[in-house]
């Protein structure tokens, strides 16, 4: 089945970025970031698994990337909706996209803008190792809770700040040069509390160990949804 492809705004990795995509950062995305992606990310593979088995139903995956999830999801998804702003990462995704088979549609644009799709319209998200690189989190993490159909789970899976101690002083030390060479990948961002913030339940989410190079091993995981809002 062939992809349809919504182009607004063609933007970098980070989902907000402000700079327009010129030819030679399409080439970066898609030749050099888009295969650290693909290697640097292998180790978590397992971790997508099994965060991934229960997905079910029309979805929509944002900061698709290369498609390193789409091995994992099962037979109960319908439909995928792939929403990547980086067009050189969305040129490498799109043969494996073509190879799944399901109905799918990519949207090139930013999700921290509104998306040109319903609100209420999917049974799930996901979230895979993309808020570290996203300028408003705020504005992304409203835009899921716009998409997805009351009480729908959000599927989630990202690198996180290490707590207080050496790991932490090596993530804030390496953030300018991470941050340069990997589409604005933060690697001290505290995730948590941005979820926190944004009233999303994090009870559910679970700290543990990725199989990542040390800066980035600290993680956070698991199925989250809105938090219940006090009528009082």
């Known amino acids: 089945m062939r992809a349809t492809v919504h182009r607004v705004a063609p933007r970098a990795r980070s989902c907000d970025s402000d700079r327009s995509m010129t030819p030679l950062k399409q080439v970066w995305d898609r030749e050099v970031v888009g295969r650290l992606l693909d290697h640097g990310m292998s180790g978590v593979d397992p971790l997508r698994a099994e965060l991934l088995r229960d997905v079910r139903g029309r979805v929509v995956e944002i900061g698709f990337g290369t498609g390193a ?34 109905p799918h549609r990519v949207v090139s644009a930013s999700a921290s803008r509104p998306l040109p799709l319903d609100a209420r319209s999917f049974d799930a998200a996901v979230v895979t190792f993309v808020l570290c690189s996203v300028n408003d989190v705020k504005a992304v993490l409203g835009e899921v809770a716009r998409l997805l159909a009351p009480g729908a789970p959000l599927f989630l899976a990202e690198h996180v700040a290490a707590p207080r101690g050496a790991l932490r002083q090596v993530q804030k030390t390496i953030r300018p040069a991470w941050s340069a060479l990997l589409g604005g990948c933060d690697p001290a961002r505290d995730t948590r509390a941005r979820l926190d913030e944004n009233g999303w339940d994090t009870s559910t989410l679970r700290d543990v160990a990725l199989e990542l190079p040390y800066p980035v091993r600290p993680g956070l995981v698991g199925t989250t949804r809105l938090a219940a809002r006090s009528s009082a």
């Not at 109960?76 to 088979?101: I, Q, T």
Request: no cysteine.
């Open 69 to 102: 999830n789409l091995p994992f999801y099962p037979d109960a998804v319908s439909e995928l909706v792939a929403v990547e702003p980086s067009v050189g990462l969305a040129e490498r995704a799109r043969p494996r996209l073509e190879a799944w088979g399901r």
